[in-house]
């Protein structure tokens, strides 16, 4: 019995219908995250990017043996990590994701996706420090040995998938929810405690939404409800999922609008289309049999795999899912009674590839918004800002709905914004990179009001942003109302021989976080 929980001859076949549309959506965000890159992969660690990737290995390469870097760092960019090898990289992940997307040789698609995308989050240090990386390298993972075979399955009725990563993937999709649920109650944050937590969280988040700011406007007993529900959803509802079928149904049902009001109201790039996606495990084709046949038949008796071949392919498989399950089990069982006395090998292998994470998000809620902002000057008095494509900046431009594409850039400054610029290493290498027009990093702007000369001077100030209520929007049409804190970083200049100086050191800030 034990080979048909993991070859993918035998098994689930009772989810043909649900591993099409997870497959099909898994290319479908596999290609909004090489899109996102391709526009910023360059800015971001090209060579005279922020943090160039070439750098970061080589400082690798000089800590570890030529064995140990590569475990440490699995990334294509080893060979090079020049742009157009960074954009090569990109153009190949992004190719693969739509074959996955059109169904044409889904295995092999998925495994370039795993790969050019590792590769990125291996060499993007600060830019890819995000909960998302983890769960896309997760689920794509998992998906290799959930995806039929051939250049052209179709529903793959021949080949359904193995009942161990059906599992694991839905063991995902739970673990993202219950341990984001877990994080909430063991941070002792007050907010989640007395149910204030999303009294201000649709304008505190990374990248607000129009829609975002209406609901804002909402009563307090409505957001009160709301941080009760999410509480009730991530530490109850999903636990469904181990019900019986009847159950499983009731739960997609409920998570799945959950999900489609997060999408609409905040921009967590592809987060919760994954979560989304996944949600569809939770159904089966007998739910689908009105729309379509599938063709498949339980077959009476399970065969023995067929030579030597075969007997290690499921053996392989059968270790590494083994790995995934266990790593991701312990992780989970650590966030409650912290490390127990088990073997910790193999989350230590595990831990570079980021296929077995420990998730929990919105643990603490960021108590205020606060935005980073690039300014230029030629005389040191009248500062011009760099405008920002996507975060919050002009008072009367609404936020947009960016989501599933991803402003890395943009993203990080909002992190950086609640701590300090020591915490923070791009927004100094960001100021360097304006001193000079670096036209890699300029991209990742709307803008450059220097395009004529680089300025010779560069700040990063740091405004606190709150949105407008219903009579100021009234009166105004502004969407936002903001307050200057103070410099938040070291005042650059470049002299005449090009050497980059500090004009004055950033203002003593007060809270924020």
């Known amino acids: 019995m034990g080979h048909t929980l993991f070859s993918s001859e035998q098994g689930a076949v009772d989810r043909l219908i649900p591993r099409w549309i997870v497959l099909r959506a898994l290319g479908l965000i596999y290609c909004s995250a090489f899109v996102s890159l391709?526009?910023?992969?360059?800015?971001?660690?090209?060579?005279?990017?922020?943090?160039?990737?070439?750098?970061?290995?080589?400082?690798?390469?000089?800590?570890?043996?030529?064995?140990?870097?590569?475990?440490?760092?699995?990334?294509?960019?080893?060979?090079?990590s020049g742009s157009h090898m960074l954009i090569g990289i990109c153009c190949a992940g992004l190719a693969a994701s739509l074959l996955v997307t059109f169904n044409l040789w889904p295995r092999a698609m998925l495994l370039i996706c795993f790969v050019c995308f590792l590769s990125f989050v291996s060499a993007a240090q600060d830019f890819s420090g995000y909960q998302s990386d983890g769960m896309l390298l997760e689920a794509g993972f998992l998906a290799l040995f959930f995806a039929p075979p051939g250049l052209r399955p179709g529903l793959g009725s021949e080949h359904p998938p193995s009942r161990a990563s059906l599992l694991l993937l839905?063991?995902?999709?739970?673990?993202?929810y219950f341990e984001s649920g877990l994080v909430k109650l063991l941070s002792g944050d007050t907010?989640?405690?007395?149910?204030?937590?999303?009294?201000?969280?649709?304008?505190?988040?990374?990248?607000?939404?129009?829609?975002?700011?209406?609901?804002e406007q909402l009563p307090h007993w409505f957001h009160r409800a709301t941080a009760f529900s999410t509480l009730a959803l991530e530490l109850a509802i999903v636990w469904m999922l181990f019900l019986p079928r009847r159950w499983r149904i009731l739960c997609f049902f409920i998570v799945t609008p959950w999900q489609i009001g997060v999408i609409f109201t905040a921009?967590?790039?592809?987060?919760?289309?994954?979560?989304?996606?996944?949600?569809?495990?939770?159904?089966?084709?007998?739910?689908?049999s009105r729309w379509v046949d599938t063709g498949a038949k339980q077959p009476d008796e399970e065969p023995a795999p067929q030579g030597a071949l075969a007997a290690f392919r499921i053996a392989t498989v059968a270790v590494l899912l083994t790995l995934v399950g266990y790593v991701t089990t312990?992780?989970?069982?650590?966030?409650?009674?912290?490390?127990?006395?088990?073997?910790?090998?193999p989350v230590t292998l595990l831990e570079p590839f980021r296929i077995a994470n420990q998730y929990g998000l919105f643990a603490v809620m960021t108590r205020g918004r606060y935005e980073i902002e690039f300014q230029g000057s030629n005389d040191g008095q009248v500062w011009v800002p760099y405008p920002f494509r996507f975060k919050p900046q002009a008072l009367n431009r609404a936020p947009g709905i960016y989501a599933p594409y991803q402003p890395r850039f943009e993203w990080n400054l909002w992190f950086a914004s609640l701590g300090s610029w020591q915490q923070n290493p791009l927004v100094p290498r960001t100021e360097e990179r304006l001193l000079t027009n670096d036209p890699d990093v300029l991209a990742l702007f709307a803008g450059n009001p220097f395009s004529g000369a680089p300025p010779r001077q560069v700040r990063a100030v740091l405004w606190q942003y709150w949105f407008t209520s219903i009579p100021q929007k009234r009166a105004s049409g502004d969407w936002w109302t903001r307050?200057?804190?103070?410099?938040?970083?070291?005042?650059?200049?470049?002299?005449?021989e090009?050497?980059?100086?500090?004009v004055a050191m950033p203002d003593s800030l007060p809270p924020h976080d």
Not at 49 to 63: H, K, N, T, W
């Open 191 to 215: 907010q989640w405690r007395h149910l204030t937590a999303m009294d201000e969280y649709y304008q505190n988040g990374p990248l607000p939404t129009w829609i975002g700011w209406y609901v």
């Open 38 to 80: 391709l526009f910023q992969i360059r800015g971001l660690i090209g060579p005279l990017g922020i943090l160039p990737a070439g750098r970061y290995l080589q400082a690798v390469s000089q800590s570890f043996s030529p064995l140990e870097r590569v475990w440490f760092a699995p990334t294509l960019f080893w060979f090079a």
């Open 170 to 176: 839905q063991w995902e999709w739970f673990r993202i």
């Open 330 to 345: 312990v992780e989970m069982i650590s966030m409650v009674f912290g490390r127990l006395p088990l073997p910790m090998q």
């Open 483 to 496: 307050k200057l804190l103070g410099v938040y970083a070291p005042v650059l200049e470049r002299d005449s």
């Open 498 to 502: 090009g050497k980059v100086t500090i």
């Open 267 to 288: 921009n967590y790039t592809f987060l919760n289309y994954l979560v989304l996606a996944l949600g569809f495990l939770l159904l089966d084709d007998r739910f689908f």
